[in-house]
T-cell receptor, first 119, second 112 residues
Framework: GAVVSQHPSRVICKSGTSVKIECRSLDFQATTMFWYRQFPKQSLMLMATSNEGSKATYEQGVEKDKFLINHASLTLSTLTVTSAHPEDSSFYIC???????????????FGEGSWLTVV | GDSVTQMEGPVTLSEEAFLTINCTYTATGYPSLFWYVQYPGEGLQLLLKATKADDKGSNKGFEATYRKETTSFHLEKGSVQVSDSAVYFCALSLNYGQNFVFGPGTRLSVLP
């Protein structure tokens, strides 16, 4: 079945540095990808919607200059956490919608998630 | 705003026990409802879904019925297995699987 791969699965970075998380659709094209964040014991919260070839749409309260999203191709979206701080430590997970649309059932596939720890 | 509430976990059951994980929602429109499962070290996987009132989603022995009158989508399984140990997320979407609103997740541990 369709697979979405995230990398890295775990990353530790120093406060003030930037870290990039990749989200790839491995066997389908995704015009739209979504980025979520999950704090401990809380739900997954949508951060932004990423459309191939255009600017991402951010949810209210998410800093677009801090969480840079690039969706340069139909199979890759990246999330860069800039000038990371300990409060950015969280579980980040992406999802991708199969470009096939209705013919593919408008199915959304999720990645494995990435644990970010900022020290 | 739209929201999803799930019973708090963790839930610990013995193998072959009956499982219910409660889920209720608040939505301004007519959402589609989903249950996702996350096994250790893996991404979210769609378990089942229902797109309109009274629909029943089912998969791998799990069932959930879309109850509009009670705004609920409770997950049930008659006989759980150790392999069902995972985190279960209830979710809604108002634009059919575009952006989701997730519940907090319920961790299920099944003991042999």
């Amino acid at each position: 079945g369709a697979v979405v791969s995230q990398h890295p699965s775990r990353v530790i970075c120093k406060s003030g540095t930037s870290v990039k998380i990749e989200c790839r659709s491995l066997d389908f094209q995704a015009t739209t990808m979504f980025w979520y964040r999950q704090f401990p014991k809380q739900s997954l919260m949508l951060m932004a919607t990423s459309n191939e070839g255009s600017k991402a749409t951010y949810e209210q309260g998410v800093e677009k200059d801090k969480f840079l999203i690039n969706h340069a191709s139909l199979t890759l979206s990246t999330l860069t956490v800039t000038s990371a701080h300990p409060e950015d430590s969280s579980f980040y997970i992406c999802s991708a919608r199969d470009r096939g649309g209705a013919s593919s059932g408008n199915t959304i596939y999720f990645g494995e998630g990435s644990w970010l720890t900022v020290v | 705003g739209d929201s999803v509430t799930q019973m708090e976990g963790p839930v610990t059951l013995s193998e072959e026990a009956f499982l219910t994980i409660n889920c209720t929602y608040t939505a301004t429109g007519y959402p589609s409802l989903f249950w996702y499962v996350q096994y250790p070290g893996e991404g979210l996987q769609l378990l089942l879904k229902a797109t309109k009132a009274d629909d029943k989603g089912s998969n791998k022995g799990f069932e959930a019925t879309y109850r509009k009158e009670t705004t609920s989508f409770h997950l049930e399984k008659g006989s759980v297995q150790v392999s069902d140990s995972a985190v279960y997320f209830c979710a809604l979407s108002l634009n059919y699987g575009q952006n989701f609103v997730f519940g907090p997740g319920t961790r299920l541990s099944v003991l042999p």
